[in-house]
């Protein structure tokens, strides 16, 4: 089986086992997406099965024009924003007990240029971004992390070119606002 | 904080290790997505439960049939469904040297 349209084209023609395959080419990429939005790993792990039953569920509807990972990614992406919409009223307090020391490093150093890794990063991001609406949040990761397009976002997002334009620059001024409260703290 | 060390901060994110799947998570898919798939072919139970509305007035409709049959040869002078019956038992099943 050498590409994603052979495999689709077995499993929809009755080989529904086959999508074991699916799910072993791409849960890589669909975990690097969800951990975007959601750092508990088990959470993670429930985000990336709920995404491949909701593509199982809807492959009929997956035409084939676009790379089948691309479809999968939207996927993600929509799994990821209703997460963060039913987490949101957990989500609403910053507290710096859980940031790590090197993030608390960082953080203190303020303008000065110091050493940052991933983990740490993605620590500092997750708390800044609680202040974001969920669709604020996922644009601005799609955009900053992800480094994709306007086009992107509005294929991921099903929003228009103007709406998520508008949302990353708003996005952008409330993170910046939460990162300088973060330094501050 | 200045636009460099947000940049920093982003462009650290980005290499931020994902988790990697459980043992157990591509199964957990499969399981799950096995309970959402098309039913297997049902019994002959099943089936006959099925098909029980259709059968029953089937033979509805067959009992009716014979019923209207007997009335109108009844009317007509003709020899009944039941005295054809009767005929036939008394002609070859009944008889001592049927069996």
Known sequence: MNDDAELL???????????????RRHQARVFAILHRYERDAHKVEDLAQETFVKAWRALGQFDGRAPFEHWLSRIAVRVALDHLRKEKHRRNEI?????????LDWLRRGDEPSELDGRAAAEILDLALRELSPADRVVITLQEIEGRSVKEICAATGASGVAVRVRALRARAKLKRALERLAKL | MNERKRKQLFAAARGAPAPAPSAAFEANVMRAIRNEYPAEAPAIFDALNQLFPRLAWAAAAIILLSVAADWGLTVAGLPGLGDGMTQISAQWLLTPTGF
């Open chain 1, 9 to 23: 084209e077995r499993i929809r023609n009755g080989a529904p086992d086959d999508f074991a395959e699916v799910v």
């Open chain 1, 95 to 103: 507290g710096l007990p859980e940031l790590g020391e090197d993030a």
